[in-house]
């Protein structure tokens, strides 16, 4: 799957922009630095009072308050992270994820979590003190213990925990030496089973730092350990080994604590990954494989029933399927397994089992999704619509439904499903009722070929002008991924911050994309460029005709193949299309496949043949063949260490555009230590900045012949300490 991680996101208004109108202070996560704990607690009470002041104001004076949103209020966006219901489902354990807000002036870094407990709606309180960020949240199985993985100062990542009715935190369990990377419960609660990382090899330390730092590709794997600690008083200090097979990532302990269900690989490759992992049912006191789940294809989520009988298993239909997204039930004992909702247009996203043996799951339907209840013998219980909210991941605890549900409104949030309805227990980020939101909504168009392609249309604020407005085309990754109706503003998406400015906004669920159907998303496969990115000049001219776009303003931006589609775009497409901004994309198929570390899973759902079966094939549906017809301005971003799409890529189209195309205007951006995708808040924001710069320069007036941008773009006002950039 070649998506890349976009979480959050940011725009291009700051108030020393002559060009721009007055902007509001930037709203950061803190209102002061990270060194001040003490003023931040303080200043999101006195930010919480001010919302709740802000949400009791008459409309017409909210409607006078409300604003466009900026790119600083995209670097001090907040949203739920993971979830633990407790046992007895009347509390829930959650914790807020959320980036260093640079543009408030603290310090860089990538996502942390914040422990909290919630009781009911709006009822919920800090567990933990804010420096500790935590991870792989649970419940013990009495559920008087909340535990959680956290890396106490230099030292290795441990299990520790907190009692649910008061007193500090302390250290559960370890492995010397190692970092734990996941962990379960016992179900009597008297030990956990960690999953940590492999031993340390001392004598290749001592040579790296005598400067024998060699890498050899691909042939030093390191595997992962399982090991079981006694929890009591004291740290068990001796943790027992457990033998698993290959390269474990993740294991569920069944009911009994006598077997487990691991995701094992014959290796860490990511190629592995994707074609080759297998879910194994071992014996936890030997290590012996019980059974293997002989799954064709992608494996996806897992979870064990209450009986231990049954696994729920969300995994791809054969070899060739793009995506985990078909339910299926495993049983246990033979390895077997059956398929719920095959052929279905739809995709399985989560599934979490019921105390009383039902199974609930995470259901998309193009951009909507629903909760629904399977019976233990895998028929339909119940529906529900999600409606406006983008249901995402399910948990459990008793017979209590906690969901993750976005809106086009607010990003992610906790949810219970109760009474038929579902209630919202957290309210994130309550500035965003100061937000003056463009209309969002489905789109549906008809392709050439007369299939029907869906998406999500963000029209500009204030509604569309007379003559279409200036149109961003933002397409997805993958291509096996989809975008739904919910939050759709993110570091690389420019969703309602462009709609702030004028532009509207449409994600296009173009052929290979899930929630469709595994029919739909194999529309794609051995037919790069086509129908695929012939549906993104299909979505134009539709839009078009309907009166929301401007035929000679639309522009393009995307990740991953999202970014192959920016490239194609650009070139092929150049007359189509007036600015373009690529982010890890790719421009050439046949050096892709040589330096990408997907090449089996990019042969098996993506091409279905190899380069060398027809080179002038593959040469003919990469960018830098068309360059000579690339007149689009295009700004090119990538992360310097991507290993799923190598820079290399990037480097190969801009010096293409430079020698064939000198007159067309392109911009080469590099993140040093980002991968394929960018995951600290700096680069996050500045990315943001330089795509709304760049399609407000060549998009918004549809003049591919401006000048280009400054190759810095200006920052928040005490981002880095200094006022401005002009000083």
């Known amino acids: 799957m070649e998506s890349p991680l976009v979480p959050w996101p940011p725009d291009a208004c700051t108030a020393r922009r002559p060009q721009a109108p007055v902007c509001p202070p930037a709203r950061g996560r803190y209102e002061t630095a990270r060194r001040f704990p003490e003023e931040r607690t303080l200043t999101r009470i006195r930010r919480t009072v001010l919302a709740a002041g802000l949400l009791a104001t008459a409309s017409i004076a909210a409607q006078a308050q409300a604003r466009p949103m900026t790119p600083e209020d995209v670097a001090a966006l907040e949203s739920v992270g993971t979830v633990a219901v407790s046992p007895d489902g009347r509390s829930i354990a959650y914790t807020t994820a959320a980036l260093p807000d640079v543009t408030e002036g603290e310090e860089n870094g990538s996502t942390e979590q914040q422990l909290k407990l919630a009781y009911g709606p709006m009822n919920a309180r800090d567990f933990l003190p804010d420096s500790m960020n935590v991870s792989a949240i649970q419940y013990s199985p009495d559920g008087r213990t ?13 299990v520790w925990g907190i009692p649910v009715d008061g007193g500090a935190h302390r250290k559960l369990a370890a492995v010397k030496d190692a970092s734990v990377r996941s962990y379960a419960w016992a179900p009597d609660g008297s030990a956990i089973w960690m999953l940590a990382s492999a031993e340390k090899d001392k004598d290749r330390e001592k040579e790296s730092k005598a400067g024998f730092n060699a890498i050899v590709y691909e042939e030093e794997a390191r595997l992962n350990r399982l090991f079981s600690a006694k929890v009591g008083a004291e740290v068990d200090a001796e943790p027992k080994a457990v033998t698993i097979p290959g390269y474990v990532s993740g294991f569920k302990v069944a009911p009994g604590g006598k077997t487990a269900v691991v995701d094992s690989a014959p290796t860490p490759q990511i190629d592995d990954e994707y074609t080759s992992k297998r879910a194994h049912v071992i014996d936890l006191a030997t290590g012996k494989v019980l059974a293997v789940v002989e799954t064709p294809g992608k494996l996806g989520d897992i979870e064990v029933s209450p009986d231990g009988k049954q696994l729920s298993m969300i995994a791809g239909v054969d070899m060739n399927d793009p995506a985990d997204t078909t339910l299926h039930l495993v049983d246990v004992a033979s390895g077997s397994f059956r398929a719920l909702n095959a052929g279905a247009p739809e995709a399985a996203v989560d599934a979490a089992w019921l105390a009383d043996g039902r199974l609930a799951a995470v259901i998309h339907k193009g951009v909507q999704s629903a909760l629904r209840i399977y019976n233990a013998d895998g028929s339909i219980a119940e529906e529900h619509d999600g409606g406006e909210l983008i249901l995402s991941n399910v948990e459990t605890g008793g017979n209590t439904i906690a969901v993750e549900a976005s809106s086009p409104q607010h990003p992610t949030e906790l949810f219970v499903w109760n009474n038929g309805a579902f209630a919202r227990w957290t309210q994130h980020n309550p500035w965003l009722s100061d937000i003056d939101f ?18 999500v249309l963000i029209e500009p604020v204030g509604g569309v002008p007379k003559g279409g407005a200036p149109l961003i085309l933002n397409v997805h990754g993958g291509p096996e991924a989809h975008d739904s109706n919910g939050w759709q503003t993110a570091y690389s998406k420019p969703g309602q911050v462009a709609a702030g400015k004028g532009y509207a906004v449409f994600l296009p669920n173009y052929r290979g994309s899930t929630g469709y159907g595994t029919a739909f998303s194999k529309q794609h496969q051995g037919r790069y460029t086509d129908p695929e990115f012939r549906d993104l000049v299909d979505a134009k001219r539709a839009l078009v005709e309907a009166g929301i776009a401007d035929a000679d303003r639309v522009g393009v931006t ?44 990019m042969y098996n759902v993506h091409s279905r043949a190899w380069p060398w079966d027809n080179w002038q094939k593959m040469l003919e549906v990469s960018p830098i063949y068309h360059v000579d017809k690339a007149e689009t301005p295009l700004l090119i971003m990538h992360g310097a260490e991507d290993t799923r799409v190598a ?3 990037s480097y190969e189209l801009y010096r293409s555009i430079k020698v064939r195309k000198p007159e067309t205007p392109v911009r080469l951006v590099l993140y040093p230590g980002e991968g394929h995708g960018n995951q600290k808040a700096a680069a996050r924001y500045d990315y943001n900045l330089r795509m709304m710069e760049w399609f407000d320069t060549y998009l918004k007036t549809g003049d591919r012949d401006a000048k280009l941008p400054d190759p810095r773009p200006d920052l928040a006002e005490g981002t880095v300490g200094t006022a401005k950039k002009d000083d």
Do not use: C, H
Request: hydrophobic letters at 30%; proline letters at 3%.
């Open 647 to 649: 820079p290399s890529q």
């Open 438 to 455: 463009g209309k969002q909504r489905a789109f549906t168009f008809t392709a050439t070929d007369g299939q029907q392609v869906e998406g």
């Open 146 to 158: 909340i535990s959680f993985l956290w890396t106490e100062k230099d030292g290795d990542r441990a």
């Open 558 to 601: 995307g990740g991953s193949y999202g970014g192959y589609a920016t490239a194609w775009t650009s070139t092929y497409y150049s007359d189509e299309f007036a600015a373009g901004v690529m982010f890890v994309g790719i421009s050439n198929q046949i050096s892709k496949f040589g330096t990408t570390d997907i090449p089996y899973e």
